[in-house]
């Protein structure tokens, strides 16, 4: 399984991307899709997902700017990051979830400059 992730770049603060994950090399088709964003010296942490049963979810600090796109099992998720703020500088982790197993992509890089 490959997780695709692009779509990250910089801008100043107020600004906007949108992120995208595209899956491919499997047959799987997963329970639900995610991002996830580590900064630098911290831990990586949960950003937003979406389920087949369209149940998005996302992080309190997140919540209000950015929204999760349907998931409708194609493999695709897109992320649409408005009113960036520098605190949202990171890594951009793309998941994936079929049953117990999770699987990661590779990052892209965000950075909010103020």
């Known amino acids: 399984v490959q997780l695709q992730a692009s779509g990250g770049g910089s801008v100043q603060a107020g600004g906007s991307l949108r992120l995208s994950c595209t899956a491919s090399?499997?047959?799987?088709?997963?329970?639900?899709m995610g991002w996830h964003r580590q900064a630098p010296g911290k831990k990586r942490m949960f950003v937003a997902s979406?389920?087949?049963?369209?149940?998005?979810d996302y992080a309190l600090s997140v919540k209000g700017r950015f929204t999760v796109s349907r998931y409708s099992g194609n493999g695709t998720l897109h992320l649409q990051m408005n009113s960036l703020k520098p605190e949202d500088t990171g890594v951009y982790y793309c998941s994936a979830f079929s049953g117990v197993n999770q699987y990661w992509g590779q990052g892209t890089q965000v950075t909010v400059s103020s």
């Open positions: 090399g499997s047959n799987l088709r997963f329970d639900s």
């Open positions: 979406n389920t087949l049963r369209n149940r998005p």
